[in-house]
């Protein structure tokens, strides 16, 4: 079984500035894949980035970063200067064979 | 937009129903996956189909059921409704349903129940 766990309900954060969301999670797999989507007011759901176990390096999209820490089984969201269009719900997920386990969620409202 | 479409995108009904709901994966695209997005449950792994073959099934109620068709659409089937029931359903489409496939999701329908 695979569980993924956001510990943060709701969070905001003033325009431009730097956020972090966190997310740990559980799995017996060795290799796995993480994500971060972001669903905004829309419910659209968007893929903000990934990264797979076995990469040590730490993935990167334009103002998105990660901080993996395998052993702790941590996947942290960094939002760097941050933009009204960034409030969104965002959720980590896990997939270490064939579904997507989704966390519950971080309310991020941006604020100007 | 993500190239899935979904139809249709609020659907309301009584309980006791039965509904299908539609989706088309990106051209291109082999697997479909269907999830449940409710406020109480939050997003659930419903199933998934590979090229017309079931290949993973997650908390899919037995009052639910899906296929995928040889143009490789998929259609989401829920009978005997329960207010419960009430959801968005999202479908997702993927290149071959590998774990660390990008899944693309569509609009979602959104199911209401009374």
């Known amino acids: 079984a695979q569980t993924v766990t956001q510990s943060q309900p709701e969070m905001s954060v003033q325009e431009a500035e730097t956020v972090t969301l966190s997310c740990t999670y559980d799995?017996?797999?060795?290799?796995?894949?993480l994500f971060w989507y972001k669903q905004p007011p829309s419910r659209q759901m968007i893929l903000v980035i990934r990264?797979?176990?076995?990469?040590?390096q730490n993935a990167t999209e334009n103002r998105f970063s990660v901080n993996f820490q395998k052993a702790a089984k941590s996947f942290s969201l960094k939002i760097s200067d941050s933009q009204l269009g960034d409030t969104a719900m965002y959720f980590c997920a896990l997939n270490a064979g064939n579904m997507l386990t989704f966390g519950g969620g971080t309310r991020l409202m941006v604020k100007p | 937009d993500s190239g899935v479409t979904q139809t249709p995108k609020h659907l309301i009904t009584a309980t006791g129903q039965r509904v299908t709901l539609r989706c088309s994966p990106r051209?291109?695209?082999?697997?479909v996956y269907w999830y449940q997005q409710s406020l109480d449950q939050g997003l659930q792994f419903l199933i998934q189909?590979?090229?017309?073959?079931?290949?993973a099934k997650g908390n899919i109620l037995e009052r639910f059921s899906a296929q995928q068709f040889p143009d490789l659409h998929s259609e989401l089937n829920l009978s005997s409704l329960e207010l419960g029931d009430s959801a968005l359903y999202f479908c997702?489409?993927?290149?071959?349903?590998?774990?660390?496939?990008?899944?693309?999701f569509g609009p979602g329908t959104r199911l209401t129940v009374l």
């Open positions: 051209s291109g695209d082999l697997s």
């Open positions: 990264q797979e176990a076995y990469k040590q």
């Open positions: 189909y590979y090229n017309g073959e079931e290949r």
């Open positions: 799995t017996s797999e060795n290799n796995y894949y």
């Open positions: 997702a489409s993927s290149v071959a349903g590998a774990f660390f496939d990008e899944q693309f």
